[in-house]
């Protein structure tokens, strides 16, 4: 599986993006996504997670009722729809692919497949 993420940019805090992540390859509907983001000098951080369905999803304590992910097999994509962005949220965002138990989603170092990274800003 290969993967393309997009959508970042600058945004003032408060504002939105949708981040994208175009998957290639005929087993995307087979695993599980997942969106990471790291900011210079800190670990990469887990943010949401979909099952591979799309019938479950799981986001961290930091972002629940802000971000929504979301994912359509026909176009192999998933979404990161983020809204009330803070300052401290700039990071490069990743997305990941893995065929792990959903029991692993918010765990890094159990993703397969990582796309390229988009670069979101959020200026105060």
């Known amino acids: 599986v290969q993967l393309q993420a997009s959508g970042g940019g600058l945004v003032q805090a408060g504002g939105s993006l949708r981040l994208s992540c175009a998957a290639s390859?005929?087993?995307?509907?087979?695993?599980?996504m997942g969106w990471f983001r790291q900011a210079p000098g800190k670990e990469r951080e887990f943010v949401a997670a979909i099952t591979w369905s799309g019938s479950s999803t799981f986001l961290s304590e930091s972002v629940k009722g802000r971000f929504t992910i979301s994912r359509d097999s026909a176009k192999n994509t998933v979404y990161l729809q983020m809204n009330s962005l803070e300052p401290e949220e700039t990071a490069v965002y990743y997305c990941?692919?893995?065929?792990?138990?959903?029991?692993?989603?918010?765990?890094?170092?159990?993703?397969?497949?990582w796309g390229q990274g988009t670069q979101v800003t959020v200026s105060s």
């Open positions: 990941a692919a893995t065929a792990y138990s959903s029991s692993y989603l918010a765990q890094h170092d159990k993703y397969e497949y």
């Open positions: 390859g005929r087993t995307f509907s087979r695993y599980h």
